[in-house]
C-alpha cells in the first residue's frame, strides 16, 4: 500500500516521509542552535517546508486532494509568518544590533 | 528513472538542508533554503502534485525568500561570530534532536497505509482540482486564510512605519 | 435544688473562679481576685455543707464521656460520706488556706495575683474531681490534674531556677505514679470489664465471695492493687518516690500547706480507702501498704533532725504523718487512717500557715538559725504555732493526740497478726522522734535570744487577713479531737461512724493495754519536746550518721545518678543525633524542598533565552512521541 507508481517505476511513499523528518530535524537543528535571528527564521520555513513534503506525500498516496489543499494553506500561512516576523526583526534593528538573538532575552526596549 | 530523479532531487534538498543550517553568512543560509525549496519542488512533480509545485516555485522560493534577501541587505551582512552564551545548548540540542528524529523513524515503521481512495488519477493535482477544492469544500478556511494574508500586511506595515523620535 | 446538681456545682465552681480569673481576671482590680479566688471554694463548701445536711447519697451520672462499642466512661459523681468527708476536708481547710493567701501573696504584681489563685482554683477543682469521680477513669483525670496543679504552683516563682527543677521533679515523680494507676486500671478492666466503682466493686464481691482467695486466682487482683499504690506512694510522697515533696518547699508557703500537707499527698490514702475492697482481699499490698508507710514514718522521722529550713521540717513530717495514714488504711482500719487525715490537715494547714507568718514577717527568711525570740515579736502566731505543733506531737487534748493514738492503739491491739506488733514499734519510735524535731523547731524558731542573723530587727504582726485562718485552725485543732474520742477508749466516734457506712465499721477495739501506751507514748513525746534543746541527737556524735541523715541517705544521689543522668544523655543523644537532622530534616527540608522547586527550579526554568525554549518545545515534543511510541509498544 505504501508504494506508489509513478512515470512506471514503483517508489515507497517512506523514503519521501524519511526525507521530510530529516529535513525537518536539520531546522529544528537550526532554530536551536543559530543566533542569527534571520538564520532561525529561515530555518523555521524550512520546518514548514519539510511539512508540506509529508502532506503532499500522503495526498497521492491515498489519492485524496485534501493534502495538496492542506500544503497550499501551510505555504500562505508561512509568507504572512515571514513577513511578520521579518518586520518585527526590522523594527528591533532600528533601535539596537540584532545579530544576536541571546542579547534580546529581556523585552526591554 | 523517477527513482533517479527523486534521489537525485533528495540529495539536493539534504544539502541544501544542511548549507541553511551551516553557512555563518544568512545570506548563504537564504541561497541554501532556495535551492532546497527548488528540490522539494521537484519532489511534488513527482508526485503528481502540478499546481503546488507551480505555487512553491513562484510563491515561496520567489516571493517570500525574495523577502528574505530583501531583508538581509537592509539589515547588512552579519556573521555570525564566537561561541555564544548558552553553553550546553549544542549539545543538547543535538541530542534531543537526534532522539526525535529516531522516534520519528520508529513512528515511521508503524504507520498503517490506509487503502487509495477511488480517484480519476487524470484529475489528481491539476490546477481544475485545485480549484475545485478551494472554492467549494474548502472555501471558509480560503476565505480564512485571504484575511490572515491582510492581517500579516497591515501588521507588517504597522511595524514598519516611521517612528518620530527615531530615524 | 438536687443533689445532682449541687453535687456538680461544688465542682463548677472553682473550676468557674479559674476560668474567669485566667480570662479576665488578671486584667482587673486586685479586689476581684480576692472576692473569686477564695469565695468559689467558699462556695463549694457550703454546697458540700448542704449535701451533708442533706443526708445526700447517690451516683449521679451527667454524660456519657467516651463510647466505644460495649465500653463506656459516664462522667458521673459519687456522692457518699467518704467523698463528701473529703470533699469538707479539701474546700474547708483549702479554703482557710485561700483566704490567707490573699495576704500572703500581696507582694505580687496584679497578673500574677490573679494566677495564683486561678491555679488554686484549679487545684481544688482537680482534687474535687479525684474526690468525687465514680470510676477509675475520671479518678485518674483529677490526679493527673492534681499533679499538674502541684506542678503550676510549685514552680510559681518560674523565675527561681530552684523552682522550675522542684516543679519538674514533683512532676515526674507523679507521673510516675500515674503510670502505675493506668497500668492498675488496666489490669482491673481486664478482668471485671469495668471502670466505674459500683461495677468493679460489684464484680468483686461476684468473683471473690467472703474474702476468699478468689477461689485461689487472686494473683491479677494483687497485681492490680501493687499498681495502684505506686500511685498512691508517689501522690503522697512516700518510700521510695518522696524526694519531691521536701524540694516542692519552693512553692509559696499557703501552697505548701493546700498540697503538701492538707489534701494532694492525702490523695494516696484516699485511694486505698476508696478501693478498700480491693486491698480486703489483696492482702499481699495490703501489707506492704502498712510496712511503706511505718518504714517511711521512721526514716523521714530520722531525716528531720537535721534540717535547717521551718518548711523543710514540715515537709518530712507531713511524710511521717502520711506514712501514719497509710499504716493506719494498710492494718484495715481505715477511719482511723481518715480522721488522721482530717486532724492532720488541721494541724499541719495551721503549721504551715503561721510559719507562712513567720517567714512573710521575716521577709522570706526560711532558716530556722536565723529566727530566734519570735515570742516576743509575734505572740499570736508563737502561741497557734504551739499549738500545732503540740498537736503533731499528739499531746492530749488537741486532735493530734486522738488520731496519731487512735492508729497506733489499734496497731498494737489488732488481733490474729503479730507483725502488725512491730508496726507499733516503728510508730511509736517515731512518735518520740517527732517529739524531738518539732520541739528544736519550736524552742529554736521562738524562743531564746533573737538571731544576729536575723534579716528583720522587728518582725511586724500579721495582717488580719492572714491570723484569722490560722486561728480558726488553731480552734479546730483543739477541739477536733472531741469528735472521735476511741483512742481513749470511751467516747465519742462520730468519724468511725460516718466514715463506716462505706469503709465499714472498726473490725476490733482498742485494749486497754494499747490505751495506756498510747498515753505513755504521749507522755515521752511531749517530754522530748520541752527538753529539745538539752539533747544533742546522737547523730552529731557520729559525722558519717550526720551526713547520711544532711544528704537524706543519699536517695537524691542514687535516683540523680541512676536514672537522671543517664535518661540527660538519651535525651541529649535524641536531641542532636535523632530529632535534629533526621525529624527536624524532614520538617525542615520538606518545606525547603518545596520551595526550591516552586522557587528555584521555576526561575532557572525562565532563562529569558528564546533558544532555551524552543530546547524545551523539543523536549516536550520528544517526551509526547515517546509516550505514543511506548503506548503502541505496550499495546
Known amino acids: ?80 509568518e515571514a513577513v511578520v516576523g521579518l518586520a518585527i526583526l526590522v523594527d528591533i534593528f532600528r533601535v539596537r544590533d540584532a545579530e544576536d538573538v541571546d542579547d534580546l532575552s529581556e523585552l526591554k526596549g | 528513472m523517477a527513482i533517479a530523479v527523486f534521489f537525485v532531487a533528495a540529495a539536493v534538498a539534504l544539502i541544501g538542508g544542511i548549507g541553511v543550517v551551516s553557512f ?34 513562484i510563491v515561496y522560493a520567489g516571493a517570500v525568500m525574495v523577502l528574505f534577501l530583501f531583508v538581509i541587505t537592509l539589515l547588512g551582512p552579519a556573521r555570525e561570530l564566537g561561541r555564544g552564551r548558552l553553553r550546553y545548548q549544542g549539545w543538547l540540542s543535538a541530542l534531543f534532536v537526534l532522539v526525535m528524529l529516531g522516534l520519528m523513524w520508529t513512528l515511521l515503521q508503524g504507520v498503517q497505509y490506509r487503502q487509495p481512495d477511488k480517484t480519476d488519477m487524470s484529475f489528481f493535482g491539476t490546477v481544475q482540482s485545485i480549484g475545485v477544492g478551494l472554492f467549494t469544500t474548502y472555501l471558509y478556511p480560503f476565505e480564512l486564510t485571504s484575511i490572515l494574508l491582510l492581517v500579516a500586511a497591515i501588521g507588517a506595515i504597522y511595524l514598519s512605519r516611521k517612528r518620530i523620535d527615531d530615524l | ?78 456522692i457518699d460520706n467518704l467523698s463528701l468527708f473529703m470533699c469538707f476536708v479539701i474546700t474547708g481547710v483549702g479554703g482557710l488556706i485561700v483566704t490567707y493567701s490573699v495576704g500572703y501573696m500581696e507582694h505580687e504584681d496584679g497578673p500574677s495575683y490573679a494566677r495564683f489563685f486561678c491555679y488554686m482554683d484549679i487545684f481544688v477543682f482537680s482534687m474535687l474531681l479525684l474526690v468525687l469521680a465514680d470510676n477509675l477513669v475520671f479518678l485518674i483525670v483529677g490526679w493527673a490534674m492534681v499533679g499538674l496543679s502541684s506542678y503550676l504552683l510549685i514552680g510559681f516563682w518560674y523565675q527561681r531556677r530552684s523552682a522550675v527543677l522542684a516543679a519538674r521533679k514533683a512532676f515526674v515523680m507523679n507521673v510516675i505514679g500515674d ?188 532558716d530556722m538559725r536565723k529566727y530566734g525570740g519570735l515570742w516576743r515579736d509575734m505572740r499570736l502566731t508563737s502561741i497557734t504555732f504551739l499549738v500545732g505543733s503540740l498537736s503533731l506531737v499528739g499531746v492530749i487534748p488537741l486532735v493530734g493526740f486522738f488520731s496519731k493514738e487512735q492508729i497506733l492503739g489499734l496497731a498494737f491491739s489488732k488481733p490474729d497478726d503479730a507483725m502488725v506488733q512491730i508496726l507499733w514499734l516503728v510508730g511509736a519510735a517515731t512518735a518520740l522522734i517527732t517529739g524531738f524535731y518539732t ?120 535516683y540523680a ?19 535534629r537532622p533526621v525529624i527536624d530534616a524532614a520538617v525542615v527540608d520538606t518545606g525547603r524542598l518545596t520551595r526550591w522547586t516552586s522557587v528555584e527550579a521555576s526561575r532557572n526554568l525562565q532563562t529569558g533565552y528564546f533558544r532555551n525554549y524552543v530546547l524545551v518545545f523539543v523536549v516536550g515534543v520528544v517526551a509526547i512521541g515517546g509516550g505514543l511510541v511506548i503506548m503502541r509498544a505496550l499495546s
Open chain 1, 1 to 80: 500500500m505504501s508504494t506508489l507508481d509513478i512515470g512506471g517505476s514503483q517508489l515507497d511513499a517512506s523514503w519521501f516521509l524519511l526525507l521530510s523528518a530529516v529535513l525537518f530535524s536539520l531546522g529544528a537543528v537550526g532554530v536551536l542552535v543559530r543566533r542569527n535571528p534571520l538564520v532561525i527564521l529561515i530555518s523555521i520555513e524550512l520546518m514548514l517546508n519539510a511539512a508540506n513534503l509529508t502532506l503532499v506525500t500522503f495526498s497521492r498516496q491515498l489519492q485524496n486532494m485534501e493534502g495538496q489543499l492542506f500544503a497550499l494553506m501551510s505555504m500562505t500561512v508561512a509568507a504572512a
Open chain 2, 24 to 57: 555563518h553568512q544568512p545570506i548563504r543560509s537564504v541561497l541554501s533554503l532556495v535551492l532546497v525549496m527548488l528540490a522539494l519542488s521537484v519532489i511534488f512533480l513527482l508526485l503528481s502534485a502540478q499546481f503546488v509545485f507551480a505555487v512553491q516555485i
Open chain 3, 1 to 78: 435544688m438536687s443533689n445532682a446538681a449541687l453535687a456538680l456545682l461544688i465542682l463548677l465552681f472553682p473550676a468557674g473562679g479559674a476560668v474567669v480569673l485566667a480570662g479576665r481576671g488578671w486584667r482587673l482590680p486586685r479586689i476581684f481576685t480576692v472576692i473569686v479566688g477564695p469565695g468559689v471554694v467558699w462556695l463549694s463548701f457550703i454546697a458540700t455543707m448542704a449535701l451533708f445536711l442533706g443526708n445526700a447519697n447517690g451516683d449521679f451520672t451527667y454524660w456519657t464521656w467516651i463510647k466505644s462499642g460495649s465500653f463506656s466512661v459516664p462522667f458521673g459523681l459519687l
Open chain 3, 179 to 366: 503510670v502505675g494507676m493506668i497500668l492498675g486500671t488496666f489490669v482491673l478492666f481486664v478482668n471485671v470489664h469495668s471502670v466505674s466503682y459500683s461495677g468493679v466493686f460489684d464484680s468483686l464481691v461476684r468473683l471473690c465471695p467472703a474474702n476468699s482467695n478468689c477461689n485461689g486466682d487472686s494473683g491479677w487482683l494483687e497485681l492490680a492493687a501493687f499498681l495502684l499504690l505506686v500511685g498512691a506512694i508517689a501522690k503522697s510522697a512516700q518510700l521510695p518516690l518522696h524526694t519531691w515533696l521536701p524540694d516542692a518547699m519552693e512553692g509559696p508557703t499557703p501552697v505548701s500547706a493546700l498540697i503538701h500537707a492538707a489534701t494532694m499527698v492525702t490523695a494516696g490514702v484516699y485511694l486505698v480507702g476508696r478501693m478498700h475492697l480491693i486491698y480486703d482481699i489483696a492482702t499481699y499490698a495490703h501489707a506492704a501498704v502498712a510496712i511503706i508507710g511505718a518504714v517511711t514514718a521512721l526514716f523521714a522521722a530520722t531525716i528531720a533532725i537535721v534540717q535547717v529550713d521551718i518548711k523543710r521540717v514540715l515537709a518530712y513530717s507531713t511524710m511521717i504523718q502520711i506514712g501514719y495514714m497509710f499504716l493506719a488504711v494498710g492494718i484495715g482500719a481505715y477511719s482511723a487512717g481518715f480522721f488522721h487525715l482530717l486532724s492532720h490537715a488541721f494541724f499541719k494547714a495551721l503549721l504551715f500557715l503561721a510559719a507562712g507568718n513567720v517567714i512573710h514577717a521575716m521577709h522570706d527568711e526560711q
Open chain 3, 439 to 558: 520541739g528544736r523547731m519550736w524552742w529554736l524558731s521562738f524562743w531564746g535570744k533573737p538571731s544576729p542573723q536575723r534579716p528583720v530587727e522587728h518582725p511586724h504582726a500579721p495582717r488580719l487577713v492572714m491570723m484569722v485562718p490560722v486561728a480558726t485552725l488553731a480552734v479546730l485543732a483543739i477541739v477536733g479531737g472531741f469528735i472521735e474520742t476511741r483512742a481513749l477508749g470511751l467516747g465519742l466516734s462520730a468519724v468511725s461512724d460516718f466514715l463506716g457506712k462505706v469503709v465499714g465499721p472498726p473490725a476490733w477495739e482498742d485494749t486497754g493495754v494499747a490505751v495506756a501506751l498510747g498515753l505513755v507514748t504521749m507522755l515521752l513525746g511531749a517530754a522530748l519536746f520541752a527538753g529539745a534543746m538539752r539533747i544533742r541527737p546522737w547523730s552529731s556524735y557520729v559525722p558519717w550518721a550526720q551526713t547520711l541523715l544532711e544528704r537524706k541517705y543519699y536517695f537524691d544521689d542514687i
Open chain 3, 561 to 579: 545518678a541512676a536514672f537522671v543522668r543517664p535518661l540527660d544523655w538519651v535525651a541529649g543523644v535524641a536531641f542532636r543525633d535523632v530529632e
